[in-house]
């Protein structure tokens, strides 16, 4: 029987964390419930004053998934916004890595609060031969952490329907109401791709059922699937816990992202 939550998480195998920039754009508030104020990182970080607005860090399909993280876990406790954004099925797995290796460097300063993240869709000019094209914005913010579980709701794979998909992730958040959680699993990058951006329609579908500052957020967790005694190489699952929770979608500085 599977089950694995976000705590599972630290037990992940991390390599170094040098704190550095990166690929990928998600912007840092914290929430301490899934009604809460983002004024209320103020009593986690370590200024008192609002959340500095910084240019978005990057995410690419070579990006260092630990330094990601590192540079993610400076800016929160710096008190700044960590926004990332990520072109491209792979760029976006690593970034949602990153974020839970975050709430695992976090657990020291921020105990039993969890990185989850809103997922943007943004429009990227024609530039010179390249067409006008779409990356992923996540938007993270910190809630405590959801109940593990034994079985996914939904599981994704490479031909998953996103549309499906987030009317079902809709359908059965409004079934379970504000304290409610939808699960979703999956292998690999495309899987991932497929998960995010059902959560991006998600969202616009229940936009009629959303409080005043209410959106869908996603917590992360992975769990490493040993290879079995014929060989062959570990495998890596993904979890994604759906929940009601304060919008995190923050305006950021006009510049480019920082590398």
């Known amino acids: 029987m599977l089950k694995f939550g976000l705590r599972q998480a630290a037990a992940v195998r991390l390599p170094g964390v040098p704190v550095s920039a990166l690929y990928l754009r998600s912007s840092l508030l914290l929430c301490s419930s899934g009604a809460a104020s983002r004024q209320d990182f103020r009593r986690h970080s370590s200024s008192s004053a609002p959340l500095t607005p910084r240019k978005a860090l990057l995410s690419?399909?070579?990006?260092?998934?630990?330094?990601?993280?590192?540079?993610?876990?400076?800016?929160?406790?710096?008190?700044?916004?960590?926004?990332?954004?990520?072109?491209?099925?792979?760029?976006?797995?690593?970034?949602?890595?990153?974020m839970v290796f975050t709430s695992r460097y976090l657990q020291d300063t921020h105990p039993g609060l969890h990185v989850f993240f809103e997922p943007e869709a943004v429009?990227?000019?024609?530039?010179?031969?390249?067409?006008?094209?779409?990356?992923?914005?996540?938007?993270?913010?910190?809630?405590?952490?959801?109940?593990?579980?034994?079985?996914?709701?939904?599981v994704v794979s490479r031909e998953t329907n996103p549309g499906l998909t987030a009317a079902e992730i809709a359908r059965t958040l409004r079934a379970r109401g504000r304290q409610g959680v939808v699960s979703i699993s999956g292998m690999g990058p495309v899987p991932m791709n497929r998960a995010l951006k059902a959560i991006v329609l998600a969202r616009r579908y229940m936009e009629p059922h959303f409080k005043a500052g209410e959106s869908v957020l996603a917590g992360p967790a992975i769990e490493t699937l040993q290879a079995g005694a014929d060989g062959g190489e570990d495998r890596v699952r993904f979890l994604l816990s759906c929940v009601w929770g304060p919008r995190a979608i923050v305006s950021l500085p006009n510049a480019n992202s920082e590398e």
Do not use: Y
């Open 60 to 98: 690419s399909a070579q990006v260092n998934v630990g330094r990601l993280a590192g540079a993610m876990k400076g800016r929160i406790l710096q008190g700044e916004t960590c926004s990332i954004d990520a072109v491209g099925a792979e760029a976006q797995s690593r970034a949602v890595k990153a």
């Open 123 to 154: 429009s990227l000019p024609a530039q010179g031969d390249a067409p006008e094209t779409k990356m992923l914005r996540l938007h993270a913010c910190l809630l405590p952490e959801p109940t593990a579980v034994e079985k996914a709701d939904i």
